[in-house]
């Protein structure tokens, strides 16, 4: 079964102006892939009763399915590991600079299934917890398909997923055998708070975060999109908070309203200080 090209052109058309991501008629094939199983699921006989229904705008459910389809949820344990490290780096400094306050949030955009901050609550636990005794630490993981955010707050891991960047002292120290599978500790859940959030929409209800980590997302987006969800972190970050992006991401010809970070091993950046910083933080 086939996606023919001016079928192509609606959905790709949609899932920009749902979920700022870009696709073009060369990846015909993936949407392919990912949207027949979802034809089987809901009995649908072919892609122009998909686009048909999804034109309708009365099917919110299909909707979903194929925004859902359509994300890439690619994710592993302490993915790329210089990142972590650069939180190792950060941390102290802000947290002498946040030791009246005592509170302290990171946020993991497109976490997907949750490795990413369940790997960050590890990290916490590891290297910080003296430090971070009676302080109000949060980690705040959003994403825009319900289905892995369904996932994550189950926090149940397969050997597979476990194996992937996962220290096996770490998964023995927090992680228990579960009906097969491996189940994260209370000592990582009481850290993270997963929550439905599409980019693209106003970002109510986000603290001002101390670090932000958006990888691997920007890749998805043009530049309007790209430039437009910075300006948005601008205004979250703290002005002496960090913003990690993936290894293959820049801001150069996109923001300069950043400034990189040196010294930490990975892309970050901290928002550049003047009057734009004061005026859109309100701090």
Known sequence: MKVTPQQMSFLSTFLKRRSGVVIDQSK?????????????????????????????????????????????????????RS???????????????????????????????????????????????????????????????????????????????????LPVELRDKYFVRFQGKWSISQDCRRYVEFRHMNLLDPWQGVPPCDIAFLRNVLIYFDVPTRAAILAKMHMILRPDGALLLGGAETMLGVCDTYDRIDGVGCSAYRPRQGREIGRASGR
């Open 28 to 80: 015909a094939y993936l949407v392919e892939a990912r949207l027949l199983p979802v034809l089987r699921q809901r009995g649908i006989p072919d892609f122009e009763t998909l686009v048909e229904r999804v034109r309708s705008s009365r099917e919110p459910a299909i909707e979903q399915d194929f925004l859902n389809a359509m994300m890439t949820h690619e994710t592993s344990f302490f993915r790329d």
């Open 83 to 165: 990142p972590f490290e650069a939180v190792k780096r950060l941390l102290p400094e802000l947290i002498r600079r946040r030791a009246l306050a005592r509170h302290l949030v990171i946020w993991s955009a497109a976490a997907s299934s949750g490795q990413e901050a369940y790997s960050l609550a590890m990290l916490l636990n590891e290297h910080f917890r003296e430090a971070l005794a009676g302080w109000s630490v949060r980690i705040l993981a959003t994403d825009i398909s319900e289905p892995v955010l369904a996932r994550a707050r189950e926090g149940l891991y397969n050997d597979h997923e476990t194996a992937r960047g």
